[in-house]
T-cell receptor, first 113, second 114 residues
Framework: KAGVTQTPRYLIKTRGQQVTLSCSPISGHRSVSWYQQTPGQGLQFLFE???????NKGNFPGRFSGRQFSNSRSEMNVSTLELGDSALYLC????????????FGPGTRLTVL | AQSVTQLDSQVPVFEEAPVELRCNYS??????LFWYVQYPNQGLQLLLKYLSGSTLVKGINGFEAEFNKSQTSFHLRKPSVHISDTAEYFC????????????FGTGTRLQVFP
């Protein structure tokens, strides 16, 4: 089975721009979660989607949004980028059951200049 | 709500020595516990998990962890480390509910020296 894939792997943007990141989960997985990883804050949960519905949400401003498609692929969008948004964005998928185990993609490294 | 504390931000150790990475959690409900490893420029990989049953959990790459409910701990151990174990290790907790999310600790950087 193919693992979780994320595109693009690296991205450079400037302040004020917006960005869209993509995540393809493992085949058959219905839950996709997004995390932001920075040296200062560690791994922070952004949101989770299950069957196209946002099931859980972290404490991030409304500039961060996401969606999930019928094939379980997910996108996250960040509008009006700030320097502090520079981070590694990780996507994780799981079957959707209450077992907590998630399978992570390699991440997208976003740099905001 | 759950939270996780990894007491050591960095752990230096020589090759073939034993290592313990500490993790404490707090929760008012039943929890699931996990250890993930992150190698440079990669995503997270599951090392092991505790869902229920035996409190001693064995994982990949020779790692094991023990769930101690009275001390609310889930320390990760390996009797003999290799250079290739150099990585960032994350402890994580989740409630057992259907919508519970995974909460990560701040990570412990394991540096193995020859």
């Amino acid at each position: 089975k193919a693992g979780v894939t994320q595109t693009p792997r690296y991205l450079i943007k400037t302040r004020g721009q917006q960005v869209t990141l993509s995540c393809s989960p493992i085949s058959g997985h219905r839950s996709v979660s997004w995390y932001q990883q920075t040296p200062g804050q560690g791994l922070q949960f952004l949101f989770e989607y299950f069957s196209e519905t946002q099931r859980n949400k972290g404490n991030f401003p409304g500039r961060f949004s996401g969606r999930q498609f019928s094939n379980s692929r997910s996108e996250m969008n960040v509008s009006t980028l700030e320097l502090g948004d520079s981070a590694l964005y990780l996507c994780a998928s799981s079957p959707g059951l209450a077992l907590g185990e998630q399978f992570f993609g390699p991440g997208t490294r976003l740099t905001v200049l | 709500a759950q939270s996780v504390t990894q007491l050591d931000s960095q752990v230096p150790v020589f090759e073939e020595a034993p290592v313990e990475l500490r993790c404490n959690y707090s929760s008012s409900v039943s929890v699931y516990l996990f250890w993930y490893v992150q190698y440079p420029n990669q995503g997270l990989q599951l090392l092991l998990k505790y869902l229920s049953g035996s409190t001693l959990v064995k994982g990949i790459n020779g790692f094991e962890a023990e769930f101690n409910k009275s001390q609310t701990s889930f320390h990760l151990r390996k009797p003999s480390v290799h250079i290739s174990d150099t990585a960032e290790y994350f402890c994580a907790v989740s409630g057992s509910g259907n919508t519970d999310k995974l909460i990560f600790g701040t990570g412990t950087r394991l540096q193995v020296f020859p």
